[in-house]
C-alpha cells in the first residue's frame, strides 16, 4: 500500500516534492505509481535526483509564521498550510530539475575537455565522422532535454501572479536554492558548449570538402590518365599506318625497278 501519511506534489516537468514521507516511502511511490503506469514518464533520465530541504511544519500552531528561518522551511497555520507547502515544493522541484541539467551539461563539458587543449597547439582535432556526430548529438539531446522543460527557470509560474503571499514563499525558497544564479551559469556554460560544437561541426565541413576535394583530385587524374591511353593509343596508331605507307612505298618502287 502506498503511504497516506504525508503529501506529494506532481509537477509537469516530471519532478515530485513529499513531505512527510521516508526516502523508503518515497522510492515506493516512485516504483509503484510513477513508474507503474505506462507513459506516464517522457524523456526518462538516466538517475533519479534527489533533493533534500530541512522544513518545519506545524498546521495548529498560531505561533509559527510560515516562511525561511534561514536554511529551514517553515509552516504554520496561515495561510492554507497546503498552498504554502504548494509554493515551496515548486521551487525545490525547479532546483531538483536544474541539478539533473547541470549534471548533463557537466558531462557533455568534460567528454570536451580535450578540445580546448588540441587547438592551443593548433592541431586538428582526431575525432572520426562518426566521433564529431555523437557529440554533437549528445548537445542536442540535452538541448531536447533543455526545452522540455516548459517554463524558463527565471520566470515565476503563472499559478503565483495573483497570489502574492504564496509568490513570496515561491522566490524565499528560490533565493535559498541559488536557482537564479545557477541557471545563469548553466546558460553560461551552455553558450561554452555551444562555441565548442560549432568548432566540432566546423571541422566537420572542412574534413567533408577535403575529401570532396581529393574526389575531385581523384577525377581530374583518372581523366588525364585516359586521356593519355587515348593520346598514346591515336600516336601508336599513327606510327603503324606511317609504318605500312612506307612498307607499301619500298615495295612499289622494287617492282618498277624490275
Known sequence: MIPTDGEIFLFQSGAFVSWGLSTHQVERFLREVIEAVPGAETGKYDDVEFEDAPYRADSASSHLTTGMSGDTIMVGATPDPLLAKLAFSHGVARSAKLA??????????????????I?????????SRSQVLQQLGELLHFRMMLNLHSESFLDTPDYYWTKPQLEAYYDAICRNLDINSRTRILNTKLDYANELAAVL????SETHSLNLEWCIILLITVEVCFELIHYWEKYRDA????????????????????
Open 100 to 117: 539533473v541539467l547541470e549534471d548533463l551539461l557537466d558531462r557533455y563539458l568534460r567528454s570536451m575537455a580535450k578540445v580546448p587543449r
Open 119 to 127: 587547438l592551443q597547439r593548433g592541431q586538428k582535432i582526431p575525432w
Open 201 to 204: 561541426r566546423e571541422q566537420l
Open 239 to 258: 606510327e603503324q599506318a606511317s609504318a605500312s605507307s612506307a612498307s607499301a612505298s619500298e615495295s612499289e618502287s622494287e617492282s618498277e625497278s624490275a
